[in-house]
DNA sequence: GAATGTGAAGGTTTTCACAGCA
DNA sequence: TGCTGTGAAAACCTTCACATTC
């Protein structure tokens, strides 16, 4: 068996998934409103896409449209969910209930999507053991420890970017493989983690660009 | 004076934005350690880019390094916050003082970079009148008035995704040429309006992708 | 007739590789 | 020698256009 032979994994962009999460809410929203099935014309107008972008990506990952008819809007969304692997719900800590960590606690999004906040740590002694939603704030120090005990699948890092990469290097150290990130700062983590960097500050940056050089994007996302 | 012989003004791209605000954020890092000049190779190790990468963004705003020695690090930190227009303050409004919005006003990174955010709004008649970090919450009756009267240039938006639209049509009837907006819904704005979104549940749906399909991106960005 | 699915074409972005300069 | 700046090549992503199917 020549490994060289192997079915290549398929690649899939970035960009891609990203409209695919658009996707999702957009049939989520036409499911609401009662239609049982959308054209690629249809979905591309509601998140400013063309049709051919929504048939591409579709593409993919299977044949799920009806010529002549368009896509069953809860089949698709279905489908998609399967794709995104939201079709079940994860458990997710948060680490850092300043600022952003409390709001994130409350975020409905998350819940919405089967983003299951059920662990919340700090350094702050204060923090330590008050309730935040029905959640007890727990020590920093057992995070680690605490992260494998409870199966926690995803970490959120809401902390300062000072102590970003230590708390990282704990989280890692738990085995977890999916963080995200809210500190302005690059943390470095091994190449079997999935990070990703949520950077609020970077569109006001680009609304403060596209005003000073009344920018026309070279191409429309 | 034929039009199509004009200089055309030149188109960049999203990503090359995006990745100057790295490199400013790197470049304020390396003035604080003290460092004099950085290097492409440097700067990209930083940011997990490639030196060729940096070089070509910064090449699309002109020449700044010196050749055999590298960039100088506040020059060059200076001259981008020059390209990106944070090299001044922006006075911004919030409107939606729930969740995310009251985080955001004491979010430290957008004040650092310039975003002061000097007024608030909602609809809530308990909210309304009371004081966020010295800022007084007005009613968001008055929001298309009070915006103009305060000469307000952003305005970030963290209402429901029920109302937003709503919200986004008086924020365009003042004038406002850029918003941020962080409900879950495609808005829409004249062309002449920059809108950028800020959509937390899509990084976390990356993440889930990722770990249900092991997913290595096409391009590492 | 209407709309999908998809190779191929067309653009855009990234990377390469090297001339040129300190 | 070290590192920038940049055309050219390569990789990637989007759009086109049409055969195919309902």
């Given at each position: 068996?020549?490994?060289?032979?192997?079915?290549?994994?398929?690649?899939?962009?970035?960009?891609?998934?990203?409209?695919?999460?658009?996707?999702?809410?957009?049939?989520?929203?036409?499911?609401?409103?009662?239609?049982?099935?959308?054209?690629?014309?249809?979905?591309?107008?509601?998140?400013?896409l063309t049709p051919a972008q929504v048939r591409k990506?579709?593409?993919?990952?299977?044949?799920?449209?009806?010529?002549?008819?368009?896509?069953?809007?809860?089949?698709?969304?279905?489908?998609?969910?399967?794709?995104?692997?939201?079709?079940?719900?994860?458990?997710?800590?948060?680490?850092?209930?300043?600022?952003?960590?409390?709001?994130?606690?409350?975020?409905?999004?998350?819940?919405?999507?089967?983003?299951?906040?059920?662990?919340?740590?700090?350094?702050?002694?204060?923090?330590?053991?008050?309730?935040?939603?029905?959640?007890?704030?727990?020590?920093?120090?057992?995070?680690?420890?605490?992260?494998?005990?409870?199966?926690?699948?995803?970490?959120?890092?809401?902390?300062?970017?000072t102590v970003a990469q230590y708390v990282v290097d704990?989280?890692?150290?738990?085995?977890?493989?999916?963080?995200?990130?809210?500190?302005?700062?690059?943390?470095?983590?091994?190449?079997?983690?999935?990070?990703?960097?949520?950077?609020?500050?970077?569109?006001?940056?680009?609304?403060?660009?596209?005003?000073?050089?009344?920018?026309?994007?070279?191409?429309?996302?």
């Amino acid at each position: 068996m020549a490994s060289d032979s192997l079915p290549e994994k398929k690649r899939i962009s970035e960009s891609t998934i990203h409209r695919l999460s658009l996707y999702y809410r957009a049939l989520s929203v036409l499911e609401k409103e009662g239609f049982e099935t959308v054209s690629s014309k249809g979905l591309a107008k509601r998140e400013k896409l063309t049709p051919a972008q929504v048939r591409k990506d579709l593409s993919f990952f299977g044949s799920f449209g009806t010529r002549g008819l368009g896509y069953p809007v809860v089949e698709l969304r279905e489908k998609i969910s399967q794709i995104l692997g939201i079709d079940r719900s994860w458990r997710v800590a948060l680490v850092g209930v300043g600022n952003i960590g409390s709001a994130l606690v409350s975020y409905k999004e998350f819940q919405k999507q089967g983003f299951k906040i059920v662990k919340l740590f700090d350094n702050d002694q204060r923090k330590i053991g008050s309730n935040h939603k029905g959640i007890v704030v727990s020590d920093i120090k057992n995070l680690a420890n605490e992260l494998e005990l409870d199966n926690i699948e995803m970490v959120v890092v809401a902390v300062p970017a000072t102590v970003a990469q230590y708390v990282v290097d704990d989280i890692v150290k738990a085995g977890i493989k999916a963080i995200l990130n809210f500190a302005p700062v690059n943390l470095k983590v091994p190449d079997d983690v999935f990070l990703r960097n949520e950077n609020m500050s970077m569109e006001l940056e680009y609304l403060s660009f596209a005003l000073v050089n009344d920018h026309i994007p070279k191409r429309v996302r």
